[in-house]
């Protein structure tokens, strides 16, 4: 009960940064960088060890934006050319120029790499469907739904791969669900494709957004687990949840990714209580809200440790 | 029909103008450039943004807002009364804006954008329109510690506004337009939001317009119709009910159609467009319309943008012709 794990991505090392940089300008082969990639995710899974995570994660060392790197790996997607995303800060975003298509696995050799170094299970990780669709143009689908319902079978032929590799869980984010939340059913059709057939436990995690659309649905999104953000909103989502028998595990984010302040182990103890008045301690699993590629590797280790230590410690209060 | 978009243009071109304004915005950041050399650089791209427009051959022109990071930033960190915040989701978009807070009673201490549409203005021989913000919106999205009241909040908005667009008018804004996107979400304000408008308008002589996009207006077409304003804007694009809703509606205003996808690169054929504007044919003389595509083309590259409203201008001269 009470299991610890983490949302998906984790910081970049500094060498690690500047190896992507001098990569793009091509200064530094690719072989090199992935040897500099496939230390930090080495780093990591021994730093996640030691926090005393119990689910791991590959902490996405090798991947620069989550749908982006998807684009990047299967058919059928064009890139860009720049688009701004705010301030000065542009991106090439991802074009649906013709058929879907895996010419290979895309992430399930960076699972194995991070599996064979911990005994703890390291979850498979994976963008959904409607995100995928909704962050990128569309030049070849007659509708958003097809488009989605395409994206969705490769993913699903991904998480098989993932599942016979040997993860026991995959996680397939949905961050753009919240954005409108009017299709949310095509999001639920569309990931209902992906995990059709998996015994893997899986996850979904989806941002802070119009709750009261979206949250009646929450019990239809075709997964074992369902990853919330929590803390950012001060808990007030606890209230959505209380009396309702929610009949999945839920993923409870108990530490801000957009804060620099790094809560105390006292404080996430009594949100996790809070918690434990509307969900079984079974069904909780406890990590950050979000992904922590934006805070430095110190803040991101810092909250991964209030994590583990406040998790312990309501566990023990639990088996006295 | 008169062919206009709806402000924004990309603010980078790798394969046209210049990519100069992402490194100018860093080494000013990093206080390595000055104002003034920041400036030049905009106002480079702003003549080559205002350049394209002409030989597309659009009508109404805009500066492209090439200084612009997002709608309500340019305006409420030069109000005194706002601080800016860090990022939010802007509407239904996978991009971000900064999040003005207030904290004090909001006030106008001068012209914001006259120097800049002055030097728009002088770059072209077309009639140049001037954007600001709606005051609905910019409350909607902006963090109210202050009146704690949307109401109090929007009027304060719309009377700083009415200012800036009378500053704007008497340095020849021929027509002002307003952005007003949150109308199309949850459920607006709508009464509030006439009111305001009607505030930030009174008495200007410069052509108004109130647009509207994303989103969906669903059945509040009718009472957008009593905004005083001269154009209304409607984004046909986002919402394909929209068109239809227009059939039921009295129309009492100019209406300014957004027939093109600002947010996705497919291009609209010559074809799609003429169906388009014999649908609207149908519901009103198209003589007394605008036509823009639905959202401002920054959320397109380059290429494609310029694509956008060489077609449009394309689609509307070969429909005259037939």
Known sequence: MLLTTSVGSLPKPDYLTQARSQTRRGEMDPSRLRQLEQRATGEWIKAQEELGIDI???????RGDMVAYFAEHLGGFKQSGLVRSYGNRYYRKPILAGKITRPKPVTVDWWRFAQKQTRKPVKGMLT??????????????????????????????????????????????????????????????????????LRAHTITHICYGDFKTIGPKLRRLPVDQIDLEFANRGFELLAFFKG??????????????????????????????????????????????????TRTPEEAKEKLRVVVEAAQAVRQELMN | MITT??????????????????????????KELTDSELERVFQEV???????????????????????EDLLNPIARKLEGFEINGLSRWFDNNIYYRRPILHKAPRWTGPI???????????????????????????????????????????AMAEILHQEAKALEHAGAPF?????????????????????????TQGLKAKTALYTYFGALNGNLGSLMRAKVDVIGLDLVSSPKTIMNLKHVPIKKTLALGCLDGRNTKLESVTELHA???????????????????????????????????????????????
């Open chain 2, 276 to 322: 388009l504007f014999n649908v609207i044919r149908k519901i009103l003389p198209l003589e007394q319309i605008y036509v823009n595509p639905n959202t401002g083309l920054e959320f397109l590259p380059h290429e494609q943008a310029l694509q956008k409203i060489q077609r449009l201008q394309e689609a509307v001269v070969s429909y005259g012709e037939r």
């Open chain 1, 128 to 197: 959904g469907p409607y995100t995928i669709m909704d962050w990128s143009f569309n030049e070849h689908f007659p509708s958003r739904r097809a488009a989605s319902l395409a994206i969705a079978r490769v993913i699903h032929e991904e998480a098989k791969d993932l599942e016979r590799a040997g993860a026991q869980y995959i996680q397939i984010d949905e961050p753009a669900i919240s954005t409108r939340p009017e299709e949310m059913d095509l999001a639920i059709e569309a990931l209902g494709l992906v995990t059709r057939g």
């Open chain 2, 176 to 200: 002002i337009q307003f952005d007003e996107p949150a109308l199309g979400f949850a459920k607006p304000n709508m009464a509030l939001a006439v009111e305001a408008i009607g505030i930030v």
């Open chain 1, 244 to 293: 309702k028998r929610f009949p999945k595990a839920i993923g409870l984010g108990v530490v801000d990714v957009h804060n620099h302040r790094v809560e105390s182990t006292k404080e996430v103890v009594a949100n996790l209580k809070k918690a434990l008045k509307v969900f079984k301690p079974d069904q909780i699993y406890v990590d950050p809200d979000c992904g922590l590629k």
């Open chain 2, 5 to 30: 978009t709806v402000g924004n243009f990309p603010k980078v071109a790798e394969d046209a103008y210049t990519t100069k304004v992402i490194g100018a915005i860093s080494r000013w950041q990093r």
């Open chain 2, 113 to 155: 954008l006259v120097r800049d549409y002055q030097f728009a203005a002088q770059c072209t021989s077309r009639p140049l329109k001037a954007i600001l913000p709606g005051p609905y919106t910019f409350a909607k999205m902006s963090e109210d510690r202050y009146y704690k009241s949307e109401q109090k909040f929007t009027r």
């Open chain 1, 56 to 62: 791991l994660v590959d902490g996405e060392q090798y």
């Open chain 2, 46 to 68: 702003t003549k080559a943004v205002i350049q394209e427009q002409e030989t597309a051959g659009l009508d109404l022109l805009t500066d492209g807002q090439v200084r612009w």
